[in-house]
């Protein structure tokens, strides 16, 4: 199933413009809300149209609140000689994410409290966020923390939490029928690369790879801060989610691991079996995750009372890699080919999607008399006929509209070929009538 026409020199460019988007992306100070998140999405809309969307602070969604927007200008701390020894243009993982305002004169000991390092990673700097706990606090790597001396730091943190809005993305790529694909992934992490710029990039080219095809199914991108993001979108869109047949979180895309598929929360929807037989088909390495309600945004779509058939691809799994969440996960952490080797894998997982043919039993309460209507003896000679047999009763059981006939393929163990004759024999018998969309 490897794209016959993919050479060398094209994986190359859409590596290097893949990376080249992460790389455009790195700097910016992203929060779940603020003025980096729509700095990020104005850079996305210069590719491909989406729609920008803000929701005022304090809008009820479903059990939430949308919070006070954050945005800051600066940050530092300056040592007992008066030098700055941690200072945010250096690096914005220096600041705790939505650390209020805060200005003064501190003891080592009271700094200490609002300092974060990694102790099993003495030079790297953490991540780390305070959206519901009103704080401030600073990150800096293990070393500096430990050779700070006694004596007088002043502290300058420089920004603001208020009314605002949160900020999202949104593209709809409407397809012959409207049954929707939905591909999410978070836009609010700041200067981290492969959690969570490789899900951007990724989605970004896909969209605008799919912009430019004929489609059968309608393809809904959103560019969503984590958690309150997606619940933000649940909430404002609660009408238009029967559309959603099959949906994808892209999260940690970019580094060199083999991919991890987590299931959707079912973990027999259509897109898990389509996600696995094209990683199979096409040689990748990979592991499959079964749903648990921790990770990423498919705990909001996979919530019971949405249960939305969304999984979440992933290269190395968050949390297992010892880069997630620090400094490591830069620019070095994340490979141009291991960034074109997830959208050709979505791309071919696409173009699967859109050639698969599915059938719907028109007799589905039990199974319909096949003697009766002459069918044992249309299906040709003896050694064939068990085989053909199987393919008919499989072909009726599965034909359930949700099922593919590669997905009964791939049940059955038996040749799609075959299926695909013995489908036009029982469509010819009235008993399968072929489904022309993706419903
Ligand atoms: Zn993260």
Known sequence: MKDPTRNPEE???????????????????????????????????????????????????????????????????????????????QSNLHI???????????????????????????????????YYKETWG??????????????????????????GSLTYGELLLPGLCADEVLISCHVCHPSLANDNL???????????QLAQRNRRYSYRFIFIPGTIGSITWLALNEHNIKNIRHGLILAGVGDTGA???????????????????????????????DFEPYGYDERQFGSPGFNLPVGCLMRTPFGQYPEYHSSADDLR???????????????????????????????????PQLGRRGLYDTLGGLSQTKQRQMAMLWLLNFSDGDHSLEDIADRSQLPAEEL??????????????QLSSGG
């Open 11 to 89: 994986a190359r460019n859409k590596g290097e413009a893949l990376f080249a988007l992460v790389k455009r992306l790195y700097p910016i100070c992203r929060s779940i809300t603020g003025n980096g998140v729509r700095e990020t999405l104005q850079v996305i809309k210069e590719i491909i149209p989406i729609e920008i969307r803000e929701v005022p602070s304090g809008t009820a969604v479903l059990d939430w609140n949308v919070p006070d927007e954050w945005n800051i200008r600066d940050a530092w701390i300056k040592g007992p000689d008066g030098r700055k020894i941690v200072d945010f243009q």
């Open 96 to 130: 705790v994410s939505y650390s209020i305002p805060f200005r003064d004169t501190l003891s080592l000991v009271e700094l200490k409290k609002h300092l974060f390092s990694l102790p099993d990673h003495p030079d790297w700097v953490p991540y780390r966020t305070s």
């Open 138 to 163: 600073l990150c800096l790597a293990q070393r500096q923390l430990t050779s700070l001396p006694e004596g007088e730091y002043e502290v300058c943190v420089d920004s603001t939490l208020a009314p």
């Open 198 to 208: 490789s899900g951007i990039a990724v989605a970004t080219f896909l969209a605008s």
């Open 259 to 289: 991919f991890h598929y987590k299931k959707t929360r079912n973990g027999d929807a259509y897109i898990d079996r389509l996600m696995l037989r094209v990683l199979r088909q096409t040689g990748r390495a990979h592991q499959v995750l």
């Open 333 to 367: 952490f994340v490979k141009p080919e291991s960034l074109a080797d997830t959208l050709d894998l979505l791309e071919q997982l696409v173009g699967t999607l859109e050639g698969e043919t599915r059938y719907l039993n028109l007799n589905p309460r039990g199974e």
């Open 420 to 433: 695909r004759e013995v489908a036009r024999v029982l469509e010819k018998n009235g008993l399968l009538k």
